[in-house]
């Protein structure tokens, strides 16, 4: 009898466990040896045990700096742009109007990336935007393939991820609580501050986690909307898995990149927690 | 400067609230004394909590005035109002301890109380609320009836004019409501704190307010205190929310100075004072309100002067104590309710269900209200 709820867990797990045995911890582990392997005369992988890979990492260390600058600054930048409107999608927009605007957030997501990124390539060279300003008089400034260009990719495409839990958790905030501050005489501002920010926390790390994550392993839009110029891990392993055909080199990358992440993902996991514990026992403001 | 006393601290001066073609509040005239216990009684939806948020600032009047203590505050947002309030589900924070949640009011103001002295009022806001030593305390280790106290203790550490509850004790089981019920009373009289309760329990708003404002579909249908609203409804609608009746609906047969008649099904006549608020003209419409209490159950009737009787059947016996409740059915009248008290029963014997005998009162013991 009792042995037969956990066998039931086990058989609900098992699916889920295969998968993530078959598709992340057995993969992960062919990267590892992978890693202290050599390339193949033809390419490819040779068995081998060496650490001139990971010694070799210096050479990669501006694809390793663009991506740990820019994928905390897009998630920024996403978080920035994505909190008020999330606040308006929960608290003031229409209910009848609601589901509508909620589907216009995802609408974009209904086009290949691709074909989005495209468009921006036209919007931000130099027949879109630049010679617009141009022609207002507002000098020609370059934009495609800066830094700039793939922080507006990245805040363009991953936008509706941030903005989806933040949304949840500002909508299932108790607005009776922002009238009892209100009540007891905290004006708008403060209001915010002090019970909406904090009650939305959960939404906010989240988002950051989702967008974060994702933009650690992106390659597309810097491929696209960088021309070369800001290059990530992402594009650095495209390069040497497709290209140069160098595994073994291409695993040690691979294994570095899921390090980096593992160790950042937890500084964050500590901070927020710390944050959001430690609010309510200090006085706000 | 003492303002007078007989200045209400708080007024409605036909106050109405539309939300587009619906009608939250019409008409609203309301003056509410220092220092008294109000109570806004009616149903959902009647208008009770519009007045209550009108009062808190949460509600703008889109047609009258708001005063608090002789001044205009319809544009005072309620962070600017002297008055605080008690929410239905308490409104808690939880991001924060039960010390931090009292303690919210006065952070808020401007310049900053030192914390030491927000320390100790909190302190004493919680030995106040019968809660001492539990300001470290999380919110969701505290329960139902706790919540309630923290939040009247939040409320009331920035000592306010008004003290408004909407529904405090509606999530409190029964035992636990009574407690808290003495506990507000005990409270609104130690500290001299204007009271506004709204709720929907009729027995809650008798035994706590000195006055009751009893509502109806957005309009206020009769202010007075529980005894008068129970000896003198203006209409069937208060009567049946204040006390059990019977109504006996009719035409006026009788009608001057302050007394008449009514004569209902059957040519049976009611008489009593006349608590009509519209005009009442002989062959008007009306309703008659008998209180069960103010009819005898008899085995045979005695044709006392000044009394009237009718034949009834005993449907229902209801054993209550120091009371029996009988429910007796007439041909004409229909069913209605008798409440007999233990000597009563001694006298004329128990009823049981299918006995015949005679409903009795006194004329005079009936009262004739608007049939609305």
Request: net charge positive; with cysteine; aromatic share 8%.
């Amino acid at each position: 009898m009792t042995m037969r709820p956990r066998y039931r867990t086990a058989l609900f797990l098992a699916p889920a466990g295969a998968w993530f045995l078959a598709m992340l911890v057995l993969p992960l582990l062919v990267v590892i040896v992978y890693s202290f392997g050599e390339r193949g005369p033809a390419g490819g992988y040779a068995p081998a045990f060496t650490l001139d890979n990971y010694l070799n990492l210096g050479s990669r260390w501006t694809a390793f700096r663009n991506t740990l600058t820019m994928a905390p600054l897009g998630t920024l930048a996403c978080l920035v742009i994505a909190y008020p409107l999330a606040w308006f999608l929960a608290m003031r927009a229409d209910a009848r109007w609601r589901t509508l605007l909620l589907v216009l957030v995802i609408v974009p997501f209904w086009t290949s990336i691709l074909i989005r990124s495209y468009a921006w390539i036209f919007l931000l060279g130099g027949q879109g935007i630049p010679s617009l300003l141009n022609a207002l008089g507002l000098g020609n400034p370059r934009l495609i393939n800066t830094p700039f260009a793939v922080l507006v990719g990245i805040v363009y495409g991953y936008l509706p991820l941030m903005v989806f839990p933040i949304y949840v958790s500002l909508e299932r905030l108790d607005k009776r609580l922002l009238e009892a501050a209100d009540d007891l005489g905290s004006p708008p501002m403060r209001r915010f501050l002090q019970i909406a920010l904090p009650l939305s926390m959960p939404g906010v790390a989240t988002g950051c986690m989702l967008v974060f994550i994702l933009l650690m392993g992106e390659f597309l839009i810097p491929a696209m909307l960088g021309g070369g110029k800001v290059f990530f891990v992402g594009n650095a392993l495209v390069d040497l898995f497709l290209q140069s055909r160098n595994w073994a080199f291409g695993s040690a990358v691979a294994a570095a990149l899921v390090l980096v992440m593992l160790i950042t993902v937890t500084a964050y996991m500590r901070f927020t927690r710390r944050w959001a514990g430690g609010r309510d026992d200090v006085a706000l403001m | 400067m003492e303002t007078p006393q007989t200045q209400p601290i708080a007024e409605l001066r036909d106050a109405s609230k539309h939300y587009g073609a619906v009608v939250a509040a019409e008409g609203l005239n309301l003056a509410i004394q220092r220092g008294e216990f109000l109570s806004f009684l009616g149903p959902s939806g009647c208008g009770k909590t519009t007045a209550l948020r009108m009062l808190a600032g949460f509600e703008t009047p889109t047609r009258g005035d708001v005063l608090l203590d002789g001044q205009r505050v319809n544009d005072l947002p309620p962070h600017r109002r002297p008055v605080n309030m008690v929410f239905q589900h308490y409104a808690l924070f939880p991001h924060m301890t039960v010390a931090d949640n009292i303690a919210y009011g006065l952070r808020q103001r401007r310049p900053r109380p030192p914390e030491a002295e927000v320390a100790a009022a909190v302190e004493r806001a919680l030995e106040r609320v019968r809660l001492p030593g539990y300001g470290p305390r999380r919110i969701w280790e505290m329960s139902g009836g706790q919540q309630q106290r923290v939040a009247l203790a939040r409320a009331l550490i920035n000592q306010p004019k008004i003290l408004l509850l909407d529904e405090p004790m509606a999530a409190l089981d029964k035992n636990l409501r009574r407690d808290m019920q003495i506990e507000l009373q005990t409270l609104q009289r130690s500290l001299g704190i204007t009271f506004v309760l709204v709720t929907h329990d009729q027995e809650e708003a008798l035994s706590m307010s000195d006055r009751i404002c009893i509502m109806r579909g957005g309009r206020i249908v009769q202010v007075g205190s529980p005894r008068d609203l129970y000896d003198r409804p203006v209409n069937r609608y208060v009567a049946d929310f204040v006390g059990k009746s019977n109504f006996f609906d009719g035409r006026v047969s009788r009608v001057g100075g302050g007394a008449g008649a009514l004569t209902a099904a059957g040519g049976i006549t009611f008489a009593g004072p006349v608590s009509c608020t519209r005009g009442v003209t002989e062959g008007a419409a009306a309703t008659a309100s008998l209180r069960p209490e103010d009819i005898a159950l008899r085995r045979r009737l005695a044709p006392a002067a000044g009394e009237t009787g009718v034949p009834v059947q005993v449907r229902t016996r209801i054993f209550l104590g120091e009371h029996t409740e009988y429910l007796v059915a007439h041909p004409d009248l229909g069913d209605f309710l008798i409440l007999a008290s233990r000597q009563a029963e001694a006298a004329e014997g128990s009823f049981g269900p299918g006995d015949t005998g005679f409903a009795a009162w006194r004329d005079g013991a009936a009262r004739i209200l608007d049939n609305d």
